[in-house]
């Protein structure tokens, strides 16, 4: 996908080198963003006629995936201003920054007009907006034209993936999470994130429905095919290749027989795509 220039170039840029993300591989970042997310978007829309919009878009990987699978042009927003500096130098690097624009701003204010993108990315984002998701999913509502791709831990589900991933900890006020992690010596790992639940994505996104069959993917066993893939994010600043356990798949086979497209309610993450009606 890159070149082994490129990718040396990429590891020389220092806020990159010496951040706390350094240790990702660019090439499998790349094609996991891909397998994951961009092919799948690909199936509802013309991804060559397409502006995306990525919300918290960090250093750009995910908007670089779209752009090299052929995306025409996109638009990244972050509040991280280092993020950001570190995404404008990998465009440069990537041959892609005459297709991109970078801006510091946040998903509960997005400097985009009423429908001005055709497809939209907000990829374990809102529950990190102290409790100000609904105010974004109003501007993800209006910004985006066609498509919307949302992914974040799913509140109803009882251990989530994320901050202590102690049971039942999210469902608490805050000061008794932070004791909870506390007693159970988590409490570094305790970030106060505010989650959602999957009723609080559909009524945000009152004008679109979902499309995708099960986890952003167009059928189960496409979810499946997916594994075992590179993860960038594995925690504790490890990046590795994931498969999933018997356990796991087991789970989620049970699950997809169960609910079908309804599993988008019940499983951990709530990940979907989702189109505007009548688009």
Request: hydrophobic share 40%; proline share 5%; aromatic share 18%.
């Given at each position: 996908m890159l070149s082994e220039e490129q990718v040396r170039r990429l590891r020389e840029v220092p806020e990159f080198k010496d951040g706390p993300t350094g240790f990702i591989s660019p090439n499998g970042a790349l094609d996991y963003l891909q397998r994951k997310y961009i092919v799948n978007l690909s199936r509802y829309c013309d991804l060559s006629r397409s502006i995306m919009l990525d919300c918290g878009c960090h250093e750009g990987w995910n908007i670089f995936a779209f752009l090299l699978e052929g995306g025409r042009m996109a638009i990244g927003v972050d509040t991280n201003e280092v993020a950001l500096s570190v995404a404008r130098k990998f465009a440069r690097i990537m041959g892609v920054d005459d297709r991109v624009l970078f801006c510091r701003a946040s998903v509960t204010e997005l400097p985009v007009r009423d429908r001005g993108v055709d497809l939209l990315c907000c990829i374990e984002t809102l529950e990190h907006l102290d409790g100000d998701a609904d105010r974004a999913l109003v501007e993800i509502n209006r910004v985006a034209r066609q498509l919307v791709l949302v992914t974040t831990p799913n509140k109803l589900f009882p251990i989530v993936a994320h901050d202590t991933r102690l049971p039942?900890?999210?469902?608490?006020?805050?000061?008794?999470?932070?004791?909870?992690?506390?007693?159970?010596?988590?409490?570094?790992?305790?970030?106060?994130?505010?989650?959602?639940?999957?009723?609080?994505?559909?009524?945000?996104?009152?004008?679109?429905?979902?499309?995708?069959?099960?986890?952003?993917?167009?059928?189960?066993?496409?979810?499946?095919?997916?594994?075992?893939?590179?993860?960038?994010?594995?925690?504790?600043?490890?990046?590795?290749?994931?498969?999933?356990?018997?356990?796991?798949?087991?789970?989620?086979r049970l699950v997809h027989w169960a609910f079908q497209q309804g599993s988008f309610y019940v499983l951990p993450s709530l990940t979907g795509i989702f189109r505007r009606d009548g688009s």
């Open positions: 039942f900890a999210h469902w608490l006020p805050r000061r008794w999470r932070r004791t909870y992690a506390r007693l159970l010596a988590r409490e570094k790992e305790e970030e106060g994130s505010i989650f959602l639940t999957p009723f609080q994505i559909t009524r945000g996104l009152a004008d679109f429905r979902l499309v995708s069959k099960f986890l952003g993917f167009d059928s189960f066993k496409d979810f499946l095919g997916s594994y075992p893939h590179y993860l960038p994010y594995m925690g504790s600043g490890v990046a590795g290749v994931r498969d999933l356990s018997k356990a796991k798949r087991a789970f989620y």
